[in-house]
């Protein structure tokens, strides 16, 4: 048997291992620190930063000193930093890469403070832009009452949009009318014609000649006339459709501010309901802050929480790489996830007393160890709160992909509140809030209910609507709010309920009423001038349209007198001559005849009467 | 790499008992087909280096395997699953999982277990088969191969010196 052991074998490996022991621990605290800075600072977009990491052999574990949580949105502050975290470590998991702890304690953990140096670090301007879109509460919460000026631009109103489709139909049918009338013959041409035409048509024809070139000039006036007449139709359509279409955009642009006043009412609710949004208002800016510390919060842990639908996707979709395999997991009651902090401790001041947030099974793969994350938080010994119990459970394990958070507050002397409308200050209040989250597959849905006792309010608004306000306000001390979130996580819809409403809606409702009937009638008016603005003298163009259609008609009818002149053949002008001689012939004849018969009538009347007085 | 290979040359050439060199070749398989840093690989290192057998071959059978790997992944990868997924091996397998010593060794991953199904199944075979190519190599091909001008070429040539300083 001997002979096949080769024991400086077994020291070379021994020698071997112990070098590759003793690296791995002189390296780990480097790599530990230099790990949780890289992906820290990944995750959190600002600046994570280590003072000093420490590895314990006995027992194993890791000791993290100072560690700082820039916050992205203000380099200057820290989001969250502790003095000092330690946490034991399983030294078989870890030897698979695997950093599992049993135990982590993290001791004086503070939110939100100052730093010394800036944590920003380069940005993706993709991020800055998306973060810039979004309107903050208040913005969304005062397009209740929001000013003419702001209505008009924000809005995609139907006048002005009528008044360019009537300017871009006029501009196109002008040019068409333009092209069609450099066609028609203006009254010079027209006179010209009655000379030409009298020209051929009047006088004697002198021969057969004289005949055919009056005959070929008056068919070349004809077929002149014939284009003249097809140009002045042509004319005459291209005005009545202009005319017609000019008339329906100016029906339309006369009608649209009628519309476009219609649809502001509804959006705007400009009636007595527009001030149901006041406690939106009052209260909105706040909510919104609170509810994007925590949206920011989770967006942040999100991605890392795994559900079994992304795996099972992450698998179809992604080719395992060379000698990597996938690992199939087997029931067991010490579940091996890459990443698991069995039970955490964190404390730290919190108003005036202690926080103390507990964590169970914290992990990025609950898939695999078949249990949600839990953190609870409470205080203890806190001034200006009686009792704070928060639950967060992160259930992403196998099937399941919901998020919850309970919250309960009570005896909450809650600190001055700057309300941020009219001046009006929430001085003093005492606080009971019940809140609940869920978020199911990315679709929030939450609810809060704050009932606030002992209320005082200030205010000094110099505005009649900010006096009426701050009156009403004073005179409330005890109210509820109560807030819905509902919809996905990126554009959550927040509403707000309140009998604070009710309150200062009878105290106020004339005002704003009034102030409604002043901003429609402004908003009318505003509308109608855009009208008048963009009809400008387009019904005056339309009359020069008509009187133009009936001159074209006179136009008409004068070259059809003009095409039926006709010229006499020269046959029937030389039997017509020889008529009209023979005709005046006899008529010289017949009056010569009658001469003489009334002359000798009369010799016969002067015989007859010479003879009679000779008889006497 | 050349030393290595005038090592392994050595051996072959050498009266070095062919079943070292070739049970060292074989187990060279179980690194080659599965992934190289894990628990197994090291106590398969471990028995290279403690046993009798010839270290060079065991080497330069890691090089070659590995090379053999990247085509076998994929069908170690389905045994593996298959094995690991076999409802009558399932009792076998969780009560291994709970030994976090057996856990360490990766033996849940598809690619080890089917890797390593595949070297131990081959382990004979190869081991028995290498042993009558190196024996086939010393009576018949040695000769002939100290007889090619190529050979005499590389008798002159670094790796020449290091091959015989190794097999003084």
New interface residues.
């Given amino acids: 048997m001997t002979k096949w052991i080769r024991w400086s074998g077994l020291a070379g490996f021994l020698a071997v291992i112990g070098l590759i022991a003793a690296l791995f621990i002189l390296l780990l605290p480097f790599a530990i620190k230099s790990g949780i800075e890289f992906v820290g600072t990944k995750v959190a977009g600002a600046k994570v930063t280590v003072d000093d990491a420490d590895v314990t052999l006995s027992p194993l574990g890791v000791r993290l000193e100072r560690l700082q949580v820039a916050d992205a949105r203000e380099p200057m502050r820290n989001l969250v930093e502790f003095d000092e975290a330690v946490a034991d470590l399983e030294l078989a998991p870890l030897l698979v890469g695997k950093a599992i702890s049993n135990e982590l304690s993290v001791t004086n953990l503070q939110f939100h403070t100052q730093r010394a140096t800036s944590g920003a670090i380069a940005k993706d301007p993709e991020e800055d832009a998306a973060g810039d879109a979004k309107p903050s509460l208040k913005e969304k919460a005062s397009e209740a009452l929001p000013s003419v000026d702001e209505v008009l631009a924000k809005e995609t109103l139907k006048t002005p949009q009528a008044g360019e489709a009537l300017k871009e139909s006029w501009n196109i049918q002008s040019e068409q009318i333009d092209a069609a009338l450099k066609k028609v013959p203006d009254s010079a041409a027209l006179a010209n014609y009655e000379t030409e035409v009298k020209e051929i048509t009047s006088g004697r024809l002198e021969s057969v000649e004289d005949f055919r070139e009056r005959k070929a000039r008056l068919d070349a006036l004809k077929k002149q006339f014939e284009k003249d007449r097809s140009a002045i139709r042509q004319a005459r359509d291209a005005i009545q459709e202009g005319r017609s279409e000019v008339s329906d955009k100016l029906a339309q642009l006369r009608s649209a501010p009628g519309e476009d006043l219609a649809y502001l009412k509804d959006k705007y609710q400009l009636s007595g309901q527009g001030v149901s949004n006041l406690t939106g208002l009052l209260f909105g800016d706040d909510a919104a802050n609170w509810a994007q510390e925590a949206l920011y919060w989770y967006e942040k842990v999100q991605p890392y929480l795994e559900s079994d639908e992304e795996d099972s996707t992450d698998i179809k979709d992604e080719k395992a790489p060379r000698l990597a395999g996938e690992f199939v997991h087997f029931p067991t009651d010490d579940p091996w996830p890459d990443f698991l902090i069995r039970t955490a401790r964190l404390t730290g001041p919190f108003s005036g007393g202690q926080l103390v947030i507990s964590g169970k099974d914290i992990t990025h793969q609950q898939i695999v160890t078949g249990r949600p994350t839990v953190f609870t938080a409470t205080g203890d010994s806190l001034e200006r709160i009686g009792d704070l119990d928060a639950r967060l459970t992160l259930n992403h394990t196998l099937g399941n992909s919901v998020d919850t958070l309970t919250l309960a507050v009570s005896d909450w002397a809650m600190a001055p509140l700057n309300l941020g409308v009219a001046g009006a200050r929430l001085a003093s209040s005492q606080v009971k809030l019940d809140a609940e989250a869920k978020v199911v597959r990315g679709e929030l849905d939450a609810e809060l209910d704050a009932k606030v006792s002992r209320a005082q309010f200030t205010g000094d608004g110099q505005t009649l609507f900010a006096r009426e306000l701050n009156a009403a306000l004073k005179g409330i001390n005890r109210f509820s709010v109560d807030a819905g979130v509902t919809g996905s996580l990126k554009s959550p819809d927040v509403t707000f309920g309140s009998d604070l409403d009710r309150q200062i809606n009878s105290a106020i409702t004339k005002r704003i009423s009034a102030k409604q009937d002043e901003f429609e009638a402004r908003l009318k008016s505003r509308l109608n001038s855009q009208v008048a603005e963009y009809a400008g003298d387009y019904a005056d163009e339309l009359q020069q349209l008509t009187e133009m259609e009936g001159s074209l008609d006179d136009k008409l009818n004068a070259l059809k007198d003009l095409a039926s002149q006709e010229l006499e053949d020269f046959k029937a002008q030389q039997e017509r001559e020889a008529r009209e001689k023979l005709e005046a012939e006899k008529a010289a004849a017949e009056q010569k005849a009658k001469e003489e018969a009334d002359a000798r009538k009369q010799d016969l009347k002067n015989q007859a009467k010479d003879k009679l007085k000779s008889l006497f | 790499m050349l030393t290595l290979l005038a090592r392994l040359f050595k051996a072959l050439n050498s009266d070095s008992a062919p079943g070292q060199v070739a049970f060292a070749f074989a187990l060279a398989m179980i690194p080659g087909f ?3 840093f ?2 197994i690989n ?1 106590l398969v ?2 028995l ?5 057998i010839n ?1 060079s071959a065991f080497i330069f059978g890691v090089a070659i395997f590995s090379l053999i ?2 085509g076998l ?1 994929p069908a ?2 389905a045994l ?2 298959k094995i ?2 076999a409802p009558e091996l ?1 009792d076998v ?2 009560s291994l ?2 030994n ?2 057996v ?2 060794s ?1 033996f ?5 277990m ?1 890797g390593l199904v595949i070297s131990l199944v081959l382990l004979i075979p190869v081991t028995l088969l290498s042993r009558v190519l190196i024996l086939q190599y010393r009576h018949r091909l040695l000769a002939w191969v100290n007889r090619l001008k190529i050979v005499q070429a590389l008798k002159a040539s670094k790796f020449w010196y290091l091959y015989t300083t190794f097999a003084e």
């Fill in positions: 599965t992934p190289l894990s628990l090291l290192l471990l290279a280096m403690v046993l009798r270290f790997g990247y992944d170690s990868a593996g699953e690991l997924n399932r397998w969780t999982y709970q976090e010593w856990r360490i990766s849940n991953n598809t690619i080890t089917g």
